[in-house]
Nanobody, 115 residues
Framework: QVQLVESGGGLVQAGGSLRLSCAASGSIFSINNMGWYRQAPGKQRELVAIITSGGRSHSGSSVKGRFTISRDNTKNTVYLQMNSLRPEDTAVYYC?????????WGQGTQVTVSS
């Protein structure tokens, strides 16, 4: 079993910053991908950014240059630093861990950006 607990969401004005954290616990393998997805009302869930256990990362085109993903393998924790936030970044952000062919998801954390 794997549990993912997210924190750090909230309300921020446009142009502001937030940092999301996601701590994984349980049966965590040394090789995995961790990442963030988001889902806005009425829209499909979309990739924000992912990072491998080796530190290689990929970000969605809408957040490149503004969001940075990082991880601490000693803590099984992934972070998402979000800068220059825009109202269109408003969504529920979900933490994801992918290992051994299985996806695990956190409960989601709301990020709201006011204009």
């Amino acid at each position: 079993q794997v549990q993912l607990v997210e924190s750090g969401g909230g309300l921020v004005q446009a142009g502001g910053s937030l940092r999301l954290s996601c701590a994984a616990s349980g049966s965590i393998f040394s090789i995995n991908n961790m990442g963030w997805y988001r889902q806005a009302p009425g829209k499909q869930r979309e990739l924000v950014a992912i990072i491998t256990s080796g530190g290689r990362s990929h970000s969605g085109s809408s957040v490149k240059g503004r969001f940075t993903i990082s991880r601490d393998n000693t803590k099984n924790t992934v972070y998402l630093q979000m800068n220059s936030l825009r109202p269109e970044d408003t969504a529920v952000y979900y933490c994801n861990l992918f290992q051994a062919g299985v996806d695990y998801w956190g409960q989601g954390t709301q990020v709201t950006v006011s204009s």
